[in-house]
T-cell receptor
Framework: GAVVSQHPSWVICKSGTSVKIECRSL??????MFWYRQFPKQSLMLMAT?????????EQGVEKDKFLINHASLTLSTLTVTSAHPEDSSFYIC????????????FGPGTRLTVL | DAKTTQPTSMDCAEGRAANLPCNHS???????VYWYRQIHSQGPQYIIH???NNETNEMASLIITEDRKSSTLILPHATLRDTAVYYC???????????FGSGTKLNVKP
């Protein structure tokens, strides 16, 4: 099946700094990717839809200036958490549609962000 | 927003079949039923999906009721490695969004 990777797998940063997370589709093209956030013992929460060549669309309640998304190519989307604070500490996961008819979502392994 | 409901947790004995139910009573005609699972601190793993007919693959079987308002994921011979949170999601697929519900924590016990 299709593979989605994320980098880094974990990151620790100081409060106030910005952190960039990469999501790559390794063996297929992804004009659309999705970003999720997951807090401990909770489900995945959809944050935004990343669109190649156009602006991302954000779910209600997600601050677009806080979570900057760039879909630079057909295989790469980046999520930048700007001016990170401890409450931004979470598990960030991306996904991309693929498979026949693009009916499947392939998920990355996730990035653990810890803000001190 | 999540449109599916699942039991919070279930236990299953190793080697036995695990039957995980999902209610999706508001599913629309062009929405698929997807099942994913998530093992601790990993990304969700695809299991199976279907529209109307029952489906089977090397991992599991998916039984969808005739009215499509509910479905059951069947793991025929559960192993300890099947311990995970299982999510049932309804979506039109094809670049459409996935909204996750709370899922079912399946505990496979020796």
């Amino acid at each position: 099946g299709a593979v989605v990777s994320q980098h880094p797998s974990w990151v620790i940063c100081k409060s106030g700094t910005s952190v960039k997370i990469e999501c790559r589709s390794l063996d297929f093209q992804a004009t659309t990717m999705f970003w999720y956030r997951q807090f401990p013992k909770q489900s995945l929460m959809l944050m935004a839809t990343s669109n190649e060549g156009s602006k991302a669309t954000y779910e209600q309640g997600v601050e677009k200036d806080k979570f900057l998304i760039n879909h630079a190519s057909l295989t790469l989307s980046t999520l930048t958490v700007t001016s990170a604070h401890p409450e931004d500490s979470s598990f960030y996961i991306c996904s991309a549609p693929g498979g026949s008819s693009y009916n499947e979502q392939f998920f990355g392994p996730g990035t653990r962000l810890t803000v001190l | 927003d999540a449109k599916t409901t699942q039991p919070t947790s279930m236990d299953c004995a190793e080697g036995r079949a695990a039957n995980l139910p999902c209610n999706h009573s508001t599913i629309s005609g062009n929405e698929y039923v997807y099942w994913y699972r998530q093992i601790h601190s990993q990304g969700p793993q695809y299991i199976i999906h279907g529209l109307k007919n029952n489906e089977t693959n090397e991992m599991a079987s998916l039984i969808i009721t005739e009215d499509r308002k509910s479905s059951t994921l069947i793991l025929p011979h559960a192993t300890l490695r099947d311990t995970a949170v299982y999510y049932c999601i309804s979506s039109r697929g094809n670049f459409n969004k996935f909204y996750f519900g709370s899922g079912t924590k399946l505990n496979v016990k020796p």
